[in-house]
């Protein structure tokens, strides 16, 4: 359950440092009852990032595929990359 806060809580920056790195999950902050920010740790942060940088890629795989259809073997591609990227 996401775990909603008063701005007037950013004082407590300790407690709020402890809660989003314990939790691993955002700390959402109002201001006037509305939604205003969102606090997280560095690591769930990256976390959300390799994940939708992920989901990026495989969505433009399968736009790939579905304009061309083409796919590659694994085998021989694989090897071509790591040469090409890693000498």
Do not use: W
């Not at 694989?78 to 090409?84: F, G, M, N, V, Y």
Request: charged letters at 30%; aromatic letters at 6%; a negative charge.
């Amino acid at each position: 359950m996401p775990q909603i806060r008063p701005i007037t809580d950013l004082r407590n920056t300790t407690e709020i440092s402890e809660f989003c790195h314990a939790n691993r999950e955002p700390l959402f902050i109002t201001k006037n009852g509305y939604g205003d920010l969102v606090v997280m740790s560095i690591e769930a942060y990256d976390e959300l990032i390799g994940t939708a940088r992920t989901d990026a890629a495989i969505r433009e795989a399968e736009k790939e595929f579905e304009a061309d259809g083409v796919l590659l073997d694994a085998r021989t591609t694989l090897p071509a990359l790591r040469r090409k990227h890693f000498g």
